[in-house]
Protein backbone atom coordinates (compact mmCIF):
# COMPACT_ATOMS: atom_id res chain seq x y z
CA UNK A 1 0.00 0.00 0.00
CA UNK A 2 1.26 3.06 -0.62
CA UNK A 3 -0.07 6.56 0.24
CA UNK A 4 0.31 10.14 -1.23
CA UNK A 5 -0.85 13.08 0.94
CA UNK A 6 -1.02 16.86 -0.66
CA UNK A 7 -3.06 19.64 0.54
CA UNK A 8 -0.80 21.47 3.35
CA UNK A 9 0.05 25.18 3.27
CA UNK A 10 -0.25 28.63 4.54
CA UNK A 11 -2.84 29.94 6.24
CA UNK A 12 -4.28 32.13 8.87
CA UNK A 13 -5.71 31.34 11.55
CA UNK A 14 -9.33 30.80 11.24
CA UNK A 15 -8.75 29.95 8.38
CA UNK A 16 -9.41 26.56 6.10
CA UNK A 17 -7.79 23.73 4.32
CA UNK A 18 -8.47 20.20 2.79
CA UNK A 19 -6.37 17.58 3.16
CA UNK A 20 -5.83 14.42 0.55
CA UNK A 21 -4.45 11.31 0.56
CA UNK A 22 -4.54 8.88 -2.40
CA UNK A 23 -4.02 5.11 -1.68
CA UNK A 24 -2.47 3.04 -4.54
CA UNK A 25 -1.23 -0.62 -4.39
CA UNK A 26 -3.29 -3.44 -2.28
CA UNK A 27 -5.62 -1.01 -0.99
CA UNK A 28 -8.05 -3.75 -0.19
CA UNK A 29 -6.37 -4.86 2.61
CA UNK A 30 -7.01 -1.28 4.01
CA UNK A 31 -9.80 -1.33 7.02
CA UNK A 32 -8.96 1.84 8.54
CA UNK A 33 -7.70 5.00 7.30
CA UNK A 34 -6.83 8.07 8.87
CA UNK A 35 -4.65 11.12 9.79
CA UNK A 36 -1.92 12.06 12.21
CA UNK A 37 0.42 15.21 12.71
CA UNK A 38 3.67 15.90 14.20
CA UNK A 39 4.62 19.63 15.54
CA UNK A 40 8.19 20.38 15.93
CA UNK A 41 9.45 19.12 19.58
CA UNK A 42 6.54 17.00 19.89
CA UNK A 43 5.18 13.28 19.47
CA UNK A 44 3.33 12.28 16.67
CA UNK A 45 -0.65 12.46 17.45
CA UNK A 46 -3.44 10.92 16.50
CA UNK A 47 -5.36 12.94 14.81
CA UNK A 48 -8.61 11.30 12.90
CA UNK A 49 -9.42 8.30 11.81
CA UNK A 50 -12.55 6.35 9.85
CA UNK A 51 -13.13 2.56 8.64
CA UNK A 52 -13.30 1.89 5.03
CA UNK A 53 -17.08 1.16 5.17
CA UNK A 54 -17.93 4.56 6.67
CA UNK A 55 -19.75 3.21 9.92
CA UNK A 56 -17.36 4.55 12.32
CA UNK A 57 -14.96 7.78 12.93
CA UNK A 58 -12.71 8.90 15.81
CA UNK A 59 -11.33 12.07 16.17
CA UNK A 60 -8.82 13.56 18.96
CA UNK A 61 -10.61 15.88 21.23
CA UNK A 62 -7.89 18.77 19.99
CA UNK A 63 -9.98 18.51 16.49
CA UNK A 64 -13.26 18.09 17.25
CA UNK A 65 -15.93 19.87 15.32
CA UNK A 66 -13.55 21.71 13.19
CA UNK A 67 -12.32 19.04 11.06
CA UNK A 68 -14.22 16.34 9.10
CA UNK A 69 -12.94 13.10 7.48
CA UNK A 70 -14.25 12.13 4.37
CA UNK A 71 -13.65 9.70 1.71
CA UNK A 72 -14.40 8.84 -2.18
CA UNK A 73 -14.04 5.05 -2.17
CA UNK A 74 -14.05 4.77 -5.65
CA UNK A 75 -10.85 7.24 -6.44
CA UNK A 76 -9.14 5.67 -3.06
CA UNK A 77 -8.75 9.22 -1.49
CA UNK A 78 -9.39 10.26 2.06
CA UNK A 79 -9.80 14.01 2.88
CA UNK A 80 -9.64 16.13 6.24
CA UNK A 81 -11.20 19.40 5.72
CA UNK A 82 -9.89 21.39 8.80
CA UNK A 83 -11.57 24.43 9.26
CA UNK A 84 -11.09 27.14 12.07
CA UNK A 85 -7.80 26.51 12.05
CA UNK A 86 -5.72 27.49 15.16
CA UNK A 87 -1.52 28.06 15.64
CA UNK A 88 -1.28 24.99 17.47
CA UNK A 89 -2.15 22.65 14.29
CA UNK A 90 0.74 23.56 12.63
CA UNK A 91 2.25 20.27 12.06
CA UNK A 92 3.14 18.14 9.23
CA UNK A 93 0.19 15.59 8.85
CA UNK A 94 0.94 12.06 7.48
CA UNK A 95 -2.02 9.73 6.23
CA UNK A 96 -1.93 6.66 7.43
CA UNK A 97 -3.97 3.25 6.84
CA UNK A 98 -3.77 -0.25 8.59
CA UNK A 99 -5.62 -3.59 8.24
CA UNK A 100 -8.07 -3.41 11.35
CA UNK A 101 -10.03 -1.21 13.57
CA UNK A 102 -9.75 2.18 14.44
CA UNK A 103 -6.54 2.59 16.95
CA UNK A 104 -5.11 5.69 18.25
CA UNK A 105 -1.45 4.73 18.57
CA UNK A 106 1.16 5.42 16.13
CA UNK A 107 2.48 1.60 16.26
CA UNK A 108 -0.63 0.48 15.12
CA UNK A 109 -0.47 1.85 11.48
CA UNK A 110 1.89 -0.12 9.07
CA UNK A 111 1.44 2.70 5.68
CA UNK A 112 1.90 5.83 6.38
CA UNK A 113 2.26 8.64 3.83
CA UNK A 114 4.82 10.99 2.92
CA UNK A 115 3.67 13.81 5.06
CA UNK A 116 2.32 17.27 4.18
CA UNK A 117 3.47 20.57 5.97
CA UNK A 118 0.65 23.14 7.59
CA UNK A 119 0.80 26.78 8.82
CA UNK A 120 -1.18 28.31 10.62
CA UNK A 121 -0.11 32.07 11.20
CA UNK A 122 -1.74 34.27 14.03
Known amino acids: VQLQASGGGLVQAGGSLRLSCEAD????????KGWFRQSPGKEREFVAA????????VYADSVKGRFTLSSDNAKNTLYLQMTSLKPEDTAVYYC????????????????WGQGTQVTVSS
Open 50 to 57: NTWNGRST
Open 96 to 111: VARDGGIRRAVRDYPW
Open 25 to 32: GRTYYIQT
